[in-house]
């Protein structure tokens, strides 16, 4: 595909997208100074609105087409989705369930064990894996979602984003002042992590052509009340990462710029970017085992690991060129042969129930 049909702003989106979780997972949760926690706080809700933005790129295209077959949409999310989703939670469960275990069980344990812990979400030393079970919650309900969304007005539409970001921000701050509504709000089903997934279409249709400076001011607000929050009223801060309407700001405001200021077709970037953003989702999948297991004791080994700031971008960096290599490699070898090993199951029993039809 040419870079003129590619949107490559996406590309550099997802790009600094797996590169931002990756650097949250190498901040240590300690500090030892000041600096070093005014760095991390600064830092952190810049890095966490990627989260997010991960969400508002699946919605931005799932909300928009694509969901018109029902069951080849769910067909294709299975092949994309759930299939290396279990791939790589079969690597973390060997690792920490064979290769480490000192007592060993039989194949079948193993298989029981591993079948629970997949749809349990209990794989050991799996904390990022909670992403994945939301994100195939919203994609089960994309299909309808998107007609939901189409029905709408723009009109229509920001009232429910209104809506949403309210009912949220409800949720986030009243029970720091002794109001805690979560009993009152909990049948309401347009909360959590749904906002980020309807928010990438709602901000692409409503306001993709618009003026990016509001919304920088906007982000740039969120960004300097959760510092605020953090400095001065740290008895306030549960909730403020994730769905805070703050983040959210901040959130829209990153997303928007990409939207607006990020299509830029350098081929050399464009095209490494195109190959990162294809991989993106294995290097999300790996990078935790990468990181624990090989990145950060190799800057153990070295001086770095005596200075804050360098050792996380080392550690960063050097588990994303890792799980790079380990995305390809794995996606072209045990990914592969699941998915044909699926479409071929998949051609059998369609051609199985034409012949009955036609019989």
Same mark, same amino acid.
């Given at each position: 595909m040419g870079l003129r049909?590619?949107?490559?702003?996406?590309? /550099? #989106? $997802?790009?600094?997208?797996?590169?931002?979780?990756?650097?949250i997972h190498a901040i240590p949760a300690e500090t030892l100074n000041y600096r070093q926690w005014l760095f991390s706080a600064a830092l952190l809700p810049v890095l966490l609105s990627f989260?997010?933005?991960?969400?508002?790129l699946s919605g931005l295209f799932l909300l928009k087409s694509g969901t018109e077959d029902i069951p080849g949409f769910?067909?294709?999310r299975f092949q994309t989705i759930f299939i290396p989703f279990?791939?790589?939670?079969?690597?973390?469960?060997?690792?920490?369930?064979? /290769? #480490? $275990?000192?007592?060993?069980?039989k194949w079948q344990e193993h298989l029981a064990a591993f079948g629970k812990g997949l749809f349990t979400g209990t794989i050991p030393m799996t904390p990022h894996l909670w992403f994945m079970y939301v994100i195939m919650a919203l994609y089960l309900c994309a299909p309808f979602l998107a007609r939901m969304m189409k029905a709408m007005s723009d009109?229509?539409?920001?009232?429910?984003?209104?809506l949403m970001v309210i009912v949220q921000g409800i949720c986030t701050y009243f029970p720091s002042f002794g109001l805690d509504m979560g009993g009152s709000l909990q049948y309401m089903i347009f909360k959590g992590w749904l906002i980020y997934f309807v928010l990438g279409y709602a901000l692409k249709r409503l306001y993709g052509n618009s003026r990016y400076l509001p919304f920088g001011i906007l982000g740039m607000a969120g960004f300097c009340i959760t510092m605020v929050q953090k400095c001065f009223t740290p008895a306030f801060t549960p909730g403020i990462h994730d769905l805070a309407p703050t983040m959210i700001a901040i959130a829209a405001a990153v997303f928007l710029f990409f939207e607006r200021f990020g299509d830029i077709k350098t081929p050399v970037l464009a095209k490494a970017a195109g190959h990162i953003s294809r991989y993106s989702y294995s290097i999300y999948l790996i990078h935790y085992l990468v990181l624990g297991q090989a990145a950060r004791e190799l800057v153990e080994k070295t001086f770095i690991r005596h200075y804050y700031v360098p050792r996380i971008l080392c550690e960063t960096v050097l588990t994303?060129?890792?799980?790079?290599?380990?995305?390809?490699?794995i996606d072209g070898t045990i990914g592969k042969l699941l998915k044909k090993?699926?479409?071929?199951?998949?051609?059998?029993?369609n051609k199985?129930?034409?012949r009955g039809l036609n019989g």
């Open positions: 049909k590619r949107e490559v702003k996406y590309d /550099y #989106l $997802r790009t600094f997208a797996v590169f931002a979780i990756i650097m989260v997010g933005i991960y969400f508002m769910y067909y294709s279990a791939c790589y939670s079969g690597i973390y469960y060997w690792y920490y369930e064979i /290769y #480490l $275990r000192e007592e060993p069980l009109r229509d539409l920001k009232i429910f984003l209104a994303f060129l890792i799980s790079l290599a380990a995305a390809w490699i090993a699926v479409d071929r199951v998949w051609y059998r029993r199985n129930r034409r």
